[in-house]
């Protein structure tokens, strides 16, 4: 059985938002300054919580299943995937670029990429590329 990360829908989101802002709301009319303060700190630290802990259990294979921010949680693990590619010894000329095979289409700056040719690209832009699924790491 794949175990699946608790599933947050937008109406979930929508409705927490509708919470904070109207607790806001009240600490403003009543001119509870710090306790609106306090407030935003505590949301601030919970948020960031949250956000750890779902990446971090969408590290450890659970599947992040239809929530709202599955596509944040499985391109973390597509970065993390990328990224042990250097690991596995892939060349890497002098100036810390590296071969890959090009998935689609891209000029986007200095970088102009065409579907099915190698390029050589720095090794940090490979393993962001390679994350989004535009390149793959390949051996020469």
Do not use: Q
């Not at 109406?11 to 927490?16: G, S």
């Not at 303060?37 to 259990?57: G, P």
């Amino acid at each position: 059985m794949l175990r699946k990360i608790y599933e947050i829908g937008y109406a979930n989101i929508a409705e927490e938002i509708e919470k904070i802002s109207k607790t806001l709301s009240w600490c403003s009319r009543k001119g509870e300054k710090s306790i609106c303060n306090e407030l935003i700190e505590a949301l601030d630290r919970a948020s960031s919580s949250l956000a750890k802990l779902r990446i971090f259990k969408t590290l450890g294979g659970i599947d992040p299943g239809d929530s709202f921010d599955k596509e944040i949680l499985r391109s973390v693990s597509h970065l993390v995937e990328s990224y042990a590619s250097i690991f596995k010894g892939y060349p890497m000329d002098p100036y810390e670029r590296v071969p890959v095979r090009s998935n689609a289409d891209l000029s986007m700056g200095n970088i102009k990429l065409r579907r099915g040719y190698v390029h050589m690209i720095h090794i940090v832009t490979a393993v962001r590329l390679a994350a989004c699924g535009i390149v793959e790491f390949i051996e020469i």
